[in-house]
């Protein structure tokens, strides 16, 4: 059976993970991609010994090299810097927009057609800079983050009443960060609007459990953040996008004038199919929603604004 060919750029915790999932539920053959000489080939030979015992028919290969891109149906950048000590965050924000940027680039020029999934973060930014260094359209270009914030939300909802996290539905938009806007009308358990079965101060204390959701994993792991879940949250997407199924999940794309907002992006509903973004899906929300998904695109464009600024203040290296 021939698999489509996916490209996975940096196989770091998260890299190496979506990419030993991809391989597992069958959706493609993966080629993973990293700066560090040897990394992606040896994380590659591995999970190949692995398809004997797990019985997956696709194969993986490792490349440092970018023109290994061609062909690439989907292109999922997880390549970047964690915050070191002494690092403010301006700094994180210019090197891995250095790391994006050019990435953006290359996938233009080797795999023009793919659709370019960004989970390097800070997610928005680098969506919103991937769009403009790739030049491919907007329904082409997205970040990976509402599912997770979604999921956790789910978890925590699923801990809190002792059911099945799978029984808990629940949609989360906005920016991947502080500024997160859960969905209230959107979250049931069992099928019951979670408002029948939690208080609306319980439901704000797992929402702002969902908020710190990667700090409380940061604070466990000390030297790496999550990569299990964020995994997973990439290949749901992945396999909505490769199996055309035309699912409505939170992803991070380009507005122009839906919810009233434009020059941003942000988390909101998408349908997700072959092509990519089939169309933004408009949700009814609370006003108390509306603004704060307001004040989240308020926040991701002077962000926008501060990302011009530090590349300029530091500027690429030439190759
Ligand atoms: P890590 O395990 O450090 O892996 C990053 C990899 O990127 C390393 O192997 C690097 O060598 C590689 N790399 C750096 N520069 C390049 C380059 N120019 N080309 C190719 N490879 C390169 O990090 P991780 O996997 O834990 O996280 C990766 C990114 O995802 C980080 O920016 C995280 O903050 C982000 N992340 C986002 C979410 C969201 O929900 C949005 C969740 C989890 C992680």
């Given at each position: 059976m021939?698999?489509?060919?996916?490209?996975?750029?940096?196989?770091?915790?998260?890299g190496?993970?979506?990419t030993?999932?991809?391989?597992?539920?069958?959706?493609?053959?993966?080629?993973?991609?990293?700066?560090?000489?040897?990394?992606?080939?040896?994380?590659?030979?591995?999970?190949?010994?692995?398809a004997?015992m797990?019985?997956?028919?696709?194969?993986?290969?490792g490349?440092?090299?970018?023109?290994?891109?061609?062909?690439?149906?989907?292109?999922?950048?997880?390549?970047?810097?964690?915050?070191?000590?002494?690092?403010?965050?301006?700094?994180?924000?210019?090197?891995?927009?250095?790391?994006?940027?050019?990435?953006?680039e290359?996938?233009?020029?080797?795999?023009?057609?793919?659709?370019?999934?960004?989970?390097?973060?800070?997610?928005?930014?680098?969506?919103?800079?991937?769009?403009?260094?790739?030049?491919?359209?907007?329904?082409?270009?997205?970040?990976?983050?509402?599912?997770?914030?979604?999921?956790?939300?789910?978890?925590?909802?699923?801990?809190r009443?002792?059911?099945?996290?799978?029984?808990?539905?629940a949609?989360?938009?906005?920016?991947?960060?502080?500024?997160?806007v859960?969905?209230v009308?959107?979250?049931?358990?069992?099928?019951?609007?979670?408002?029948?079965?939690?208080?609306?101060?319980?439901?704000?204390?797992?929402?702002?459990?969902?908020?710190?959701?990667?700090?409380?994993?940061?604070?466990?792991l000390?030297?790496?953040?999550?990569?299990?879940?964020?995994a997973?949250?990439?290949v749901?997407?992945a396999g909505?996008?490769?199996?055309?199924?035309?699912?409505?999940?939170?992803?991070?794309?380009?507005?122009?004038?839906?919810?009233?907002?434009?020059d941003?992006?942000?988390?909101?509903?998408?349908?997700?199919?072959?092509?990519?973004?089939?169309?933004?899906?408009?949700?009814?929300?609370?006003?108390?929603?509306?603004?704060?998904?307001?004040?989240?695109?308020a926040?991701?464009?002077?962000g926008?604004?501060?990302?011009?600024?530090?590349?300029?203040?530091?500027?690429?290296?030439?190759?």
């Amino acid at each position: 059976m021939s698999l489509p060919h996916v490209t996975v750029v940096g196989a770091g915790q998260v890299g190496a993970t979506t990419t030993h999932l991809l391989a597992l539920q069958g959706l493609a053959n993966v080629t993973l991609v990293d700066i560090v000489e040897g990394l992606a080939e040896g994380k590659a030979l591995d999970l190949m010994q692995a398809a004997p015992m797990e019985g997956f028919a696709g194969w993986v290969r490792g490349s440092t090299a970018y023109a290994s891109l061609a062909g690439s149906r989907l292109v999922i950048v997880t390549a970047g810097l964690a915050r070191k000590p002494g690092m403010t965050r301006e700094d994180l924000l210019a090197a891995n927009a250095r790391i994006v940027g050019p990435i953006a680039e290359q996938v233009a020029a080797h795999a023009p057609q793919a659709i370019l999934l960004i989970v390097t973060n800070p997610l928005d930014l680098m969506v919103a800079l991937a769009l403009k260094r790739s030049g491919l359209p907007r329904t082409r270009v997205m970040g990976m983050a509402g599912v997770l914030d979604s999921a956790r939300l789910r978890a925590f909802i699923g801990e809190r009443l002792q059911v099945p996290s799978s029984t808990v539905q629940a949609m989360v938009l906005g920016s991947h960060g502080e500024l997160m806007v859960p969905i209230v009308s959107s979250i049931t358990v069992g099928g019951k609007p979670v408002t029948s079965v939690l208080s609306a101060q319980e439901l704000e204390a797992l929402f702002q459990r969902t908020r710190d959701g990667g700090a409380e994993i940061v604070r466990y792991l000390k030297t790496g953040s999550a990569f299990y879940a964020p995994a997973s949250g990439v290949v749901e997407m992945a396999g909505a996008i490769l199996r055309d199924t035309h699912a409505t999940l939170p992803a991070c794309a380009a507005l122009e004038g839906e919810y009233g907002l434009r020059d941003v992006c942000l988390g909101v509903p998408v349908q997700l199919g072959a092509k990519g973004i089939e169309r933004i899906v408009d949700m009814p929300l609370a006003p108390a929603e509306r603004q704060a998904l307001t004040a989240a695109a308020a926040q991701v464009r002077e962000g926008i604004a501060r990302l011009s600024a530090a590349v300029a203040a530091s500027p690429t290296p030439a190759p």
